[in-house]
Structure formats: structure tokens, C-alpha cells
């Protein structure tokens, strides 16, 4: 397993771990901050274009799909903020906020979309470690 590998897996799954504890504990002001920005279309923008290039990072520099689960998770990280990052940059306010909002039912399913940013976040920081012991 690459060096990098390990690196963005432990990276990645201690963020997705804090951030969406975060997240849980203040679900009410979360909610209401994701509303807010959905209804900013400058902080869109800056939000896009930061999302783009962190996506292009991970792509450019991890795009693995081979080598066991956690190279390819960790590529699929990457396309996965790669594709947020552009739908922000050329979605119209009103196409973003009826995609988060509406279509992926945000503030409703808050609690699936946390346990699966947790779970994801234990997964990356476990193997990444785990593998790193070796």
C-alpha cells in the first residue's frame, strides 16, 4: 500500500470523524448554516471552487482503482469532491438548492448522511492506520 494511500486514508477519516461529530452535536445550527449557504450565491461560488480543487488534488494525486478496498475509497473520496465541487460551480442557486435541499432531503435524512460520513470516517482512519502497522 502506497505512502499516500495511508496519508489521504487517515487524513480523510479523522476530518470525516470530527467534522460530522461536529455536525451531530449542533444539528439545528448545521442545518441552518447548509440553508444559508445554499442561499448565498457568492459563499456558493468560493465554496465550488475551493470543493473543485480539493477534488482535483485528491484526483490527480491518488486516482487509484486497484490494490484492495481502501486505495479505491480513497480515490472514490476524491471523484466524489470533485463532482460536489462542479455541481457547485455550475448548478444555479435555484438547481442547488432544489438538489440538496429537495432532491437529497438534507435536513431530513441529517443523521443517515452523519452515520455515513462516521462510519466512512472510522473505515479510512482504521485501515489507514491498521495497514500502516505493517
Given at each position: 500500500?502506497?505512502p499516500?494511500?495511508?496519508?489521504l486514508?487517515k487524513?480523510?477519516g479523522?476530518?470525516?470523524?470530527?467534522v460530522?461529530?461536529?455536525?451531530?452535536?449542533?444539528?439545528?445550527?448545521?442545518?441552518?448554516?447548509?440553508t444559508?449557504?445554499i442561499?448565498?450565491?457568492?459563499?456558493?461560488?468560493?465554496?465550488?471552487?475551493?470543493?473543485?480543487?480539493?477534488?482535483?488534488?485528491?484526483?490527480?494525486g491518488?486516482?487509484?482503482w486497484?490494490?484492495?478496498?481502501?486505495?479505491?475509497?480513497?480515490t472514490?473520496v476524491?471523484?466524489t469532491?470533485?463532482?460536489?465541487?462542479?455541481?457547485?460551480l455550475f448548478l444555479s442557486?435555484?438547481?442547488?438548492?432544489e438538489?440538496?435541499?429537495g432532491?437529497l432531503h438534507?435536513?431530513?435524512?441529517?443523521?443517515?448522511?452523519?452515520?455515513i460520513?462516521?462510519l466512512?470516517?472510522?473505515?479510512?482512519?482504521?485501515?489507514?492506520s491498521?495497514?500502516?502497522?505493517?
Amino acid at each position: 500500500m502506497s505512502p499516500r494511500t495511508k496519508y489521504l486514508s487517515k487524513l480523510i477519516g479523522l476530518y470525516s470523524i470530527l467534522v460530522s461529530l461536529s455536525m451531530v452535536l449542533h444539528k439545528q445550527t448545521t442545518v441552518e448554516i447548509v440553508t444559508s449557504l445554499i442561499h448565498n450565491p457568492p459563499m456558493l461560488f468560493v465554496t465550488g471552487v475551493i470543493g473543485t480543487a480539493a477534488g482535483l488534488a485528491m484526483v490527480l494525486g491518488h486516482n487509484i482503482w486497484s490494490g484492495g478496498a481502501l486505495p479505491v475509497v480513497v480515490t472514490l473520496v476524491g471523484w466524489t469532491a470533485l463532482l460536489k465541487g462542479v455541481l457547485l460551480l455550475f448548478l444555479s442557486p435555484a438547481g442547488e438548492s432544489e438538489f440538496f435541499l429537495g432532491t437529497l432531503h438534507y435536513e431530513q435524512l441529517f443523521y443517515l448522511y452523519s452515520a455515513i460520513s462516521i462510519l466512512l470516517g472510522i473505515y479510512l482512519t482504521y485501515a489507514g492506520s491498521k495497514s500502516a502497522a505493517r
